[in-house]
Nanobody
Framework: QVQLQESGPSLAKPSQTLSLTCTVS??????????WSWIRQAPGKGLEWMGA???????SYSPSLKNRISISRNRAENQFTLQLASVTPQDTAVYYC????????????????RGPGTQVAVSS
């Protein structure tokens, strides 16, 4: 049974770097052809795919976030981590990690598994 769980702070201050970790169980994040994504949903808005790290370690990012985002992985812990720099209140959202056979998507049907999500508020 594949499970994903997000962890990290629920509150960040403007200009800080937000760091969230996704712990995956039931499948190795190095399994061939699997991609591991971060997605967020701001209040009243649709899903926004942020970026992904692939089974071989390659990364891809949304052009709108490319200058602020970094995704890395810890193979020993079967985790992957999002870092988002210079956050503003506009980064307030529910953040999800997800896994699937493609490096991105615009709806939940594009992903095979996802975590329950974690609420992050950016406020001073």
């Amino acid at each position: 049974q594949v499970q994903l769980q997000e962890s990290g702070p629920s509150l960040a201050k403007p200009s800080q770097t937000l760091s969230l970790t996704c712990t995956v169980s039931g499948v190795s994040i190095t399994t061939n052809n699997w991609y591991w994504s971060w997605i967020r949903q701001a209040p009243g808005k649709g899903l926004e795919w942020m970026g992904a790290i692939g089974y071989a370690g390659s990364t891809s990012y949304s052009p709108s976030l490319k200058n602020r985002i970094s995704i890395s992985r810890n193979r020993a812990e079967n985790q992957f981590t999002l870092q988002l720099a210079s956050v503003t209140p506009q980064d307030t959202a529910v953040y999800y990690c997800a896994g699937g056979l493609r490096p991105g998507g615009s709806s939940w049907s594009d992903f095979s598994y996802r975590g329950p999500g974690t609420q992050v508020a950016v406020s001073s």
